[in-house]
Protein backbone atom coordinates (compact mmCIF):
# COMPACT_ATOMS: atom_id res chain seq x y z
CA UNK A 1 0.00 0.00 0.00
CA UNK A 2 2.32 2.86 1.20
CA UNK A 3 5.03 1.88 -1.94
CA UNK A 4 5.23 5.75 -1.83
CA UNK A 5 6.23 6.95 1.49
CA UNK A 6 8.73 9.25 0.28
CA UNK A 7 8.89 11.35 3.15
CA UNK A 8 9.89 8.22 5.26
CA UNK A 9 12.07 7.06 3.29
CA UNK A 10 13.54 10.51 3.25
CA UNK A 11 13.21 11.35 7.05
CA UNK A 12 15.09 7.53 7.35
CA UNK A 13 17.48 7.92 5.62
CA UNK A 14 18.50 10.97 7.30
CA UNK A 15 17.82 10.76 10.74
CA UNK A 16 16.98 6.79 11.49
CA UNK A 17 19.41 4.99 9.35
CA UNK A 18 22.36 5.83 11.40
CA UNK A 19 21.01 3.65 14.07
CA UNK A 20 18.82 1.78 12.27
CA UNK A 21 19.91 0.54 9.08
CA UNK A 22 22.99 -1.17 10.93
CA UNK A 23 21.16 -2.01 14.13
CA UNK A 24 23.79 -0.12 16.30
CA UNK A 25 23.06 -0.03 19.87
CA UNK A 26 20.00 -2.80 19.70
CA UNK A 27 18.35 -0.69 17.31
CA UNK A 28 15.55 -3.11 14.88
CA UNK A 29 16.59 -3.16 11.67
CA UNK A 30 13.87 -2.16 8.99
CA UNK A 31 13.11 -6.01 7.24
CA UNK A 32 14.14 -7.58 10.48
CA UNK A 33 10.93 -9.41 10.79
CA UNK A 34 11.78 -11.56 14.35
CA UNK A 35 12.90 -7.92 15.77
CA UNK A 36 9.90 -5.74 14.80
CA UNK A 37 6.80 -8.18 14.74
CA UNK A 38 6.20 -7.86 18.64
CA UNK A 39 7.20 -4.21 18.08
CA UNK A 40 4.51 -3.81 15.36
CA UNK A 41 2.15 -5.76 17.79
CA UNK A 42 2.44 -3.18 20.01
CA UNK A 43 -0.05 -1.16 17.62
CA UNK A 44 0.85 1.75 15.81
CA UNK A 45 0.28 4.06 18.43
CA UNK A 46 2.41 2.84 20.41
CA UNK A 47 5.29 2.70 18.46
CA UNK A 48 4.77 6.14 17.20
CA UNK A 49 4.88 7.64 21.07
CA UNK A 50 8.21 5.70 22.04
CA UNK A 51 9.43 7.33 18.17
CA UNK A 52 8.20 10.46 19.21
CA UNK A 53 8.88 10.92 22.98
CA UNK A 54 11.90 8.49 23.11
CA UNK A 55 11.93 4.92 25.41
CA UNK A 56 13.95 2.87 27.02
CA UNK A 57 13.45 -1.11 26.23
CA UNK A 58 15.40 -4.47 27.13
CA UNK A 59 18.18 -4.23 24.16
CA UNK A 60 19.14 -0.02 24.47
CA UNK A 61 17.19 3.70 24.29
CA UNK A 62 15.31 4.66 21.67
CA UNK A 63 16.51 9.12 21.98
CA UNK A 64 13.15 11.64 21.47
CA UNK A 65 12.33 11.60 17.42
CA UNK A 66 15.93 9.65 17.08
CA UNK A 67 17.53 12.92 18.36
CA UNK A 68 16.28 15.23 15.66
CA UNK A 69 14.33 17.88 17.76
CA UNK A 70 12.81 19.74 14.38
CA UNK A 71 11.40 16.95 12.98
CA UNK A 72 7.45 17.17 13.42
CA UNK A 73 5.32 14.31 14.95
CA UNK A 74 4.02 13.59 11.05
CA UNK A 75 7.67 13.62 9.91
CA UNK A 76 8.01 10.60 12.66
CA UNK A 77 5.23 8.59 12.42
CA UNK A 78 6.07 8.48 8.32
CA UNK A 79 9.76 7.44 9.02
CA UNK A 80 7.86 4.84 11.46
CA UNK A 81 5.47 3.38 9.00
CA UNK A 82 8.39 3.31 6.70
CA UNK A 83 10.40 0.96 8.70
CA UNK A 84 7.36 -0.98 9.83
CA UNK A 85 5.99 -1.83 6.47
CA UNK A 86 9.42 -3.19 5.27
CA UNK A 87 9.53 -5.74 8.36
CA UNK A 88 5.64 -7.05 8.03
FE1 LIG B 1 14.81 4.22 16.93
C1 LIG B 1 13.50 1.50 18.66
C2 LIG B 1 11.75 4.66 15.37
C3 LIG B 1 16.11 6.96 15.28
C4 LIG B 1 17.88 3.73 18.52
N1 LIG B 1 12.96 3.27 17.00
C5 LIG B 1 12.65 2.18 17.77
C6 LIG B 1 11.28 1.84 17.52
C7 LIG B 1 10.79 2.71 16.61
C8 LIG B 1 11.87 3.61 16.29
C9 LIG B 1 9.37 2.76 16.04
C10 LIG B 1 10.51 0.66 18.17
C11 LIG B 1 9.75 1.14 19.37
C12 LIG B 1 9.06 -0.01 20.10
O1 LIG B 1 9.46 -1.18 20.02
O2 LIG B 1 8.06 0.29 20.81
N2 LIG B 1 14.07 5.55 15.56
C13 LIG B 1 12.80 5.56 15.05
C14 LIG B 1 12.68 6.65 14.10
C15 LIG B 1 13.89 7.29 14.07
C16 LIG B 1 14.77 6.58 15.01
C17 LIG B 1 11.41 6.97 13.32
C18 LIG B 1 14.30 8.54 13.28
C19 LIG B 1 13.42 9.73 13.58
N3 LIG B 1 16.65 5.17 16.93
C20 LIG B 1 16.96 6.27 16.18
C21 LIG B 1 18.33 6.67 16.41
C22 LIG B 1 18.83 5.78 17.36
C23 LIG B 1 17.76 4.83 17.65
C24 LIG B 1 19.05 7.83 15.74
C25 LIG B 1 20.20 5.71 17.98
C26 LIG B 1 20.83 6.80 18.48
N4 LIG B 1 15.55 2.87 18.33
C27 LIG B 1 16.85 2.82 18.83
C28 LIG B 1 17.00 1.69 19.72
C29 LIG B 1 15.73 1.05 19.76
C30 LIG B 1 14.84 1.82 18.89
C31 LIG B 1 18.25 1.27 20.46
C32 LIG B 1 15.34 -0.24 20.53
C33 LIG B 1 15.01 0.03 22.00
C34 LIG B 1 14.64 -1.29 22.69
O3 LIG B 1 15.28 -1.63 23.69
O4 LIG B 1 13.67 -1.95 22.26
Redesign the pocket.
Known sequence: AAAENELGKS??GK??A???AAG?????KPGDKADWG??IA?GKD???K??IEG?????????A????AN?TDA??KA??DY??DKSL
Open positions: VFTCMCHVAGAPPRQTLYHAFTGAKGMMPKGGALEVAVMA
